[in-house]
RNA sequence: GGUACCGUGGCCGAGUGGCUUAGGCACUGGUCUGCAAAACCAGGUACAGCGGUUCGACUCCGCUCGGUACCUCCA
């Protein structure tokens, strides 16, 4: 929509940087790969969900009409650990006594209570896999018609050096089809399918299995694939311009929808591929069985028991703490979490809101003793470039420095300037970012005439030389949580 | 072993072929203050290693070392 100032995004199927021109302007639609509602949100749910809600605002910013959708898998997750063949949500319902969809609510619920607290807007669609059972049948069907499928013992799966050889496989995640399985040990007893690289459509359930619903084929559930196919196709159309997830999904996940939404709707899906790195905690992956599997709550709650039972969180880190340490970093890097870090974002947070408040209450002057507007371009180009966030968070510490500087009258700042300055904060750092000032709360009017009121009391005994008492004020002030700091126009107090 | 990506100062984390001292946190000195805190001013520490391309590389290429994700089933 800003030509001459175009947002460029980088794009995993071509690898480079890429002027974003939506196929219908000014709609924009965009699908992104939700959670597995089979346990607790962690860490790992925060990043993709973060990073997508920032380009989700930064399109609207832009004048976008967006479609956003973002499923949520409630069937056919199997263990890859222990109890193979059984579905993770079967298995969880069946240890809890729960019934299967009980199981998905409850984390469904839990997942979206976590995005909230992170400020995380709601996708336009949240389809759930379950209750798209008969387009992904569908798909499996037109995919078998067009003989890029076979069935097997009543599963079907789809025939990928067929695929390779007409359409070419792997172009996303750079994988070469003879390459890929040419070191591999014939080790496992994968008769059923044709070549190790095929992938299961439709898979035949197992009398266990508890999720199960009738097809042409078999008793069985959907391949896990399938669903990000039937649901983007039918919300967003056969063609759409954004498909994004987390890395660790670019193969073989993203890979195998390129393949059966290719075939099935005889064009390829998404115009842009985009892709989120990963977090590591302490310089090491998230995993159970390395103990360092925070979920949300224990970030916010600042409990967390590793495998020997040592605390592993200093403390408690709130929501908005998380978000503005996943946003100080691009979104293409790979993030590391640690009390040192998360505890020099919170600082550095409070910084930034205390300053916004500080901009409320600015004298204006005369003359404008710096360049507000060059701040707000530099913010504009910085989201432009393949969505610099941690670019604009250094541009936003400029507008905090100027601020400061203006209150203690080292700059000055017109009406007009300090209007300009309340701007870019409101549309970058919330709008944009996400960001919002967590010590704000209902009552806050009544707290500042409360502490307006204390701080007098304390001023007179200041000017009555009264230090025992003005002490005592602060001393507990502190204690309580509010700190009073004092400045030559008069105390100040914020929470700690 | 294969594929993709990365290795920046005490920590986190941007960036570029030849002025970014990016920014945050921490640290040091100063201003301010009854004392503090905050804020402001000033300061230091850097581009994993080794070669190559270039007038010049932290930025381009190669190798080495180190790290992360994915890689026979399944989601």
Partial sequence: MNTENPLFIYNTLTRRKEVFEPLHAPFV??????PTVYGEPHLGHARPAIVFDLLFRYLKFLGYKVRYVRNITDVGHLEH????????????????Q???MEVAQYYMDAYHDAM?????????IEPRASGHIIEQIEIVRQILDKGYAYISEGSVY??????DHDFGYGKLSGRVLEELFANTRTLDGQEEKHHPADFALWKKAAP???MRWPSPWSDGFPGWHVECSA??????????????????????????EICQSRIANGEPSAKYWIHNNMITINGQKMGKSLGNFITLNEFFNGSHKDKEGKEMLEQPYSPMTIRFFILQAHYRSTVDFSNEALQSAQKGFDKLMQAYRTLQGLKPSGSDSADVESIYQKCLEAMNDDLNSAMVIAELFELTKLINSVKDGHATLTEAGIRRCREIFQTF????????????SDHQEVINQLMQMVLNIRQKAKNEKNWAVSDQIRDQLQEIGIAVKDGKEGATWEFK
Wanted: hydrophobic fraction near 35%; charge should be negative; include cysteine.
């Fill in 158 to 163: 789809f025939d990928v050096p067929k695929f």
């Fill in 116 to 124: 909230d607290k992170l400020n995380v807007l709601r996708p336009s």
């Fill in 231 to 256: 649901m983007s196709t039918k919300y967003l159309g056969k063609q759409f311009d954004i498909h994004g997830g987390g890395m660790d999904l670019m193969f073989p996940h993203h890979e195998s």
């Fill in 29 to 34: 639609g965009m699908y992104v790969c939700g």
């Fill in 81 to 96: 650990d222990a109890d193979e063949g059984e579905d993770k949500i079967a298995k969880k319902a069946r240890i809890e």
């Fill in 208 to 210: 266990e299995h508890i």
């Fill in 98 to 100: 729960l019934e299967p």
């Fill in 429 to 440: 750092a919330f709008d944009i970012l996400g960001l919002k000032d967590e010590s704000a």
